[in-house]
């Protein structure tokens, strides 16, 4: 039982919009920065949004973040056959005193 | 090149110990918090410990405290996790990460080491 709650499966067809959530609490959504990662079949992951919403160097500007409260949201518009990935949340939790992950989502590209 | 790679994992019996390695090259390794991301095969992942720059500060997870010990040695550039009294719920790829230096988020990794196995099996 993780932490921060994802739905385990998305999906959406080529070109679409797709936004997968994670909800968590004030100890960690509500008072500290959300981080999001990509994590394709086989590989480590990869920092896909940081700072509840900014993108490192080289991440496509299809991928978008956003956190209200103690939720966020990730954002995939124009959708393409290699974003079909796991994709994880993260957020420090203050009363646990150490990150937490979400059960991460697998997202389907049909 | 910026890069962490794991070596250490393996087999081992319910109750015996273990020694991960993560070597880092191609960045300062001795100013940055250092830490330990664990995923079972097909489960999410499951942050482990972290350690600070010059190893004086460590924080576990409350699964693996009293019996993980994370340590690092900075004239080596390498980052350690003791394992002892293993049990089978820790098998799990185990990876080291570092932040990045353009984000002060806890929880923000942008190296990752390409993971090393270990299985708790008797």
């Known amino acids: 039982q993780s932490v921060l709650t994802q739905p385990p499966s998305a999906s959406g067809t080529p070109g679409q919009r797709v936004t997968i959530s994670c909800s968590g609490s004030s100890s960690n959504i509500g008072s500290n920065t959300v981080n999001w990662y990509q994590q394709l079949p086989g590989t480590a992951p990869k920092l896909l949004i940081y700072?509840?919403?900014q993108r490192p160097s080289g991440v496509p500007d299809r991928f978008s973040g956003s956190k209200s409260g103690t939720s966020a949201s990730l954002a995939i518009s124009g959708l393409q056959s290699e974003d079909e990935a796991d994709y994880h949340c993260a957020a420090w939790d203050d009363s646990l005193n150490g990150v937490v992950f979400g059960g991460g989502t697998k997202l389907t590209v049909l | 090149e910026v890069q962490l790679v794991e070596s250490g994992g393996g087999l081992v019996q319910p109750g015996g110990s273990l020694r991960l390695s993560c070597a880092a090259s191609g960045f300062t390794f001795s100013t940055y918090w250092m830490h330990w991301v664990r995923q079972a095969p097909g489960k999410g992942l499951v942050w482990v410990s972290r350690?600070?720059?010059?190893?004086?500060?460590?924080t576990y997870a409350d699964s693996v405290k009293g019996r993980f010990t994370i340590s690092r040695d900075n004239a080596k550039n390498t980052l350690y996790l003791q394992m002892n009294s293993l049990r089978a719920e820790d098998s799990a790829v185990y990876y080291c990460?570092?932040?990045?230096?353009?984000?002060?988020?806890?929880?923000?990794?942008?190296?990752w080491g390409q993971g090393t196995m270990v299985t708790v099996s008797s």
């Open positions: 700072n509840n919403n």
């Open positions: 350690i600070n720059s010059d190893g004086s500060s460590t």
């Open positions: 990460a570092s932040p990045p230096p353009y984000s002060s988020s806890l929880s923000a990794f942008d190296i």
